[in-house]
């Protein structure tokens, strides 16, 4: 299967709204990257995780590599968070594979 | 934060052409990548190199391909000849120990 099983692949919220993602991995990778792409393609990078949890404003992540699974999580969805978001793994030989991304769409 | 450069932000070639893509890297970042995304579709890893050397490279990167970091300038990404299917948003990363990467804000290479 897919090295990287990112879901849902698309997300609809209202304003306000919380929800999160989740990245499932095949194998064990040693670290993790989200991002987000907005309607112009840049990617803006939220996180990078080892292991653990980290917050940044409305925004955390958690990466557990045993259970081989990282998950970011939304709170009090804005309009400026739209876009599509991705998760990046990388294994033990450094490649990094691309989660199948999250097409996320706040509405008021 | 620290900002990785790519240059041109758009290029429009005829197939058969060779084109060179370029990236600025963070200056004293020691890993360097290159990342191929089709309109509408995921990222996907070409190539990591680092210490002068290709270290991994994936299906994508055909023959075609090719990098290099001449005296420690830009890290170029090189296809010759370009095909239809080489056009998409190609992104630069850089890293400072192979670890979080940062990345440009990409060029899209449009191949007639």
């Known amino acids: 299967g897919m090295p990287v099983e990112q879901n849902p692949p698309a997300l609809s919220l209202y304003e306000g709204a919380d929800s999160g993602l989740r990245c499932n991995f095949s194998t064990t990778m040693k670290s993790v990257q989200w991002f987000q792409q907005n309607h112009r393609g840049r990617l803006i990078t939220l996180f990078y995780l080892a292991q653990g949890t980290k917050e940044n404003g409305r925004l955390k992540s958690t990466f557990n590599s045993k259970e081989r699974y990282s998950t970011l999580h939304i709170k009090d969805a804005q309009l400026e968070d739209s876009g599509t978001y991705f998760c990046?793994?990388?294994?033990?030989?450094?490649?990094?594979?691309f989660g199948t991304g999250t097409r996320l769409q706040v509405s008021p | 934060g620290p900002k990785v450069l790519q240059i041109p932000s758009h290029q429009i070639i005829d197939m058969g052409q060779m084109v060179t893509l370029n990236c600025d890297p963070v200056?004293?970042?020691?890993?360097f990548y290159w990342y191929k995304q089709i309109l509408g579709q995921q990222m996907e890893f070409l190539v990591n190199?680092?210490?002068?050397?290709?270290?991994?490279k994936s299906k994508l990167f055909k023959d075609q391909f090719s990098v290099e970091r001449p005296d420690g300038s830009y890290f170029t990404l090189k296809i010759q000849p370009t095909a239809l299917e080489d056009s998409a948003v190609y992104f630069c990363?850089?890293?400072?120990?192979?670890?979080?990467?940062?990345f440009g804000p990409g060029t899209r290479l449009t191949v007639l």
């Open positions: 190199f680092y210490n002068g050397k290709v270290m991994e």
């Open positions: 990046a793994a990388s294994s033990n030989t450094d490649k990094v594979v």
């Open positions: 990363a850089s890293s400072l120990l192979g670890y979080e990467q940062y």
């Open positions: 200056s004293n970042h020691l890993y």
